[in-house]
């Protein structure tokens, strides 16, 4: 069932404001350990829009650390919107340096369990702890970031403990905090899309027309089954031909672009689909993706090319880009790139939700690797026997585990997943709301 969401009608709800104290003797500032305590001070009237804010500076030492932190008093199961604004000068680095934890307590100051069991990790079935939350930006305001995120509070939940943070900043950077909001507000709907690959090998037909056409019967089967995004493999036009890859390179957008668009509008859902372009005296192999209102909403040329299409003659393209669809932000990958972790990865830093993957083959375990390790849904569309126990047509999950897969060739893949429902692991949490602030920085050797 295709579900459309309003974001902007959930906070406009009617909502209870908790708290927005502003007295210095509702905080505490801490460090992990004396020797590396930054300057901490409470400003009542310089923050954001003239409020409250609260600095934490760093001397002429590397490395300090601290936080301020506050408690609010929650309601067990229920659903609350917090947001903070965010200053810094002298700072690099923000989304390791100047970090906001959101933490679930009972009555007694001790940590609570999530509401549900998860079978994502090796206690499976149990609940796990709730871990802390981390708010992400979402807007710039002048010098002002704003920080927010929904969450659902444990049922034992009876407080929520703010933490502001300043890591390992620069020598005499300051970060400056505003008054925390936190608000209860309606349960968020859930946000339900369905997800399909396509197993079939285009062998007949001789010109890029026939076998665009021979997906068609797919396309159509996946719009009966209310599916929002159906993915087809790797440089279809080429599969199957006895010609080069100039030969079925075509200029884009350009006849099977075209063609395609026709089939998404035709049955209002998104396509995904590998081709070969043409670009003056460059070959690219790309992806494409076509919207339900007959657009091209934007192409991917790969980037990791193996030896075969370097020695084809192709060329690498060096940009990743997300797209904006009507359910969730896209990414697109191709086949090669999968062996390489920085693509997925940088898809997932720009917001990708959902990666599509055509793909002629891979080692499975990458797949499972690049959903896993970025907390996305990939789907990949693949020409590989499933008997061969090898890559798959497939929806991979959060877990990187295989939530649909197709066995049989002129079948489809087919998986219903919530983009609003994260997953939670023993010890880690939302490990996906976790990766910007935790991962590494990294100078690419030259």
Request: hydrophobic share 35%; charged share 20%.
């Amino acid at each position: 069932m295709r579900t459309l969401v309003a974001v902007g009608l959930l906070f406009a709800l009617p909502c209870l404001v908790l708290s927005q104290d502003s007295r210095r003797s509702d905080w505490s500032f801490q460090s992990p350990r004396e020797e590396v305590r930054p300057v901490a001070n409470h400003e009542p009237s310089e923050g954001y829009e003239g409020g409250p804010q609260w600095t934490i500076e760093a001397d002429e030492r590397t490395g300090l650390a601290g936080f301020w932190s506050r408690q609010y008093p929650v309601e067990g199961g229920k659903h609350y919107r917090f947001s903070v604004h965010r200053k810094t000068v002298g700072l690099d680095l923000l989304r390791r340096v100047a970090v906001v934890r959101l933490i679930w307590l009972n009555a007694e100051g001790r940590q609570v369990l999530r509401s549900d069991p998860v079978h994502s990790s090796y206690r499976s079935g149990e609940r796990p702890r709730a871990e802390p939350e981390f708010p992400k930006p979402v807007s710039v305001e002048g010098s002002w970031t704003k920080l927010a995120g929904t969450y659902a509070a444990p049922p034992d939940a009876a407080i929520a403990k703010v933490e502001l943070h300043f890591r390992w900043g620069q020598p005499q950077g300051k970060v400056s905090w505003s008054s925390p909001a936190l608000q209860q507000v309606a349960r968020p709907p859930p946000r339900l899309v369905r997800l399909a690959s396509v197993h079939y090998q285009p062998r007949d037909g001789e010109t890029g027309q026939q076998k665009c056409e021979q997906f068609a019967p797919f396309v159509a089967r996946a719009a009966e089954q209310h599916v929002d995004l159906v993915v087809l493999p790797e440089t279809l036009t080429y599969y199957g031909t006895k010609g080069s890859y100039a030969d079925a390179a075509e200029t884009i957008p350009g006849p099977s672009t075209n063609y395609f668009k026709t089939l998404a509008k035709q049955h209002d859902l998104y396509i995904v689909a590998g081709l070969i372009e043409r670009d003056g005296h460059l070959l690219y192999n790309v992806s494409v993706l076509l919207s339900p209102d007959g657009k091209l909403v934007g192409k991917y040329r790969k980037v990791c090319l193996p030896r075969g299409e370097i020695e084809g003659g192709l060329t690498p393209g060096n940009e990743l880009p997300v797209f904006e669809t009507r359910f969730g932000k896209v990414g697109m990958m191709i086949c090669y790139d999968g062996f390489f972790p920085e693509v997925a990865r940088e898809l997932a830093n720009q917001g990708a939700e959902v990666i599509a993957w055509p793909v002629w083959g891979c080692n499975p375990l990458l797949a499972s690797a690049r959903a896993c390790e970025n907390h996305v849904y990939v789907v990949s569309s693949t020409y590989t026997d499933f008997s061969r126990d090898w890559i798959q047509s497939a929806v991979y999950g959060h877990d990187g585990r295989t939530l649909a897969h197709a066995e049989k060739f002129g079948t489809l893949a087919i998986a219903e997943v919530d983009l609003n429902r994260p997953t939670y692991w023993h010890s880690l949490g939302d490990f996906q709301a976790q990766i910007q602030p935790h991962r590494p920085q990294i100078n690419a050797a030259k």
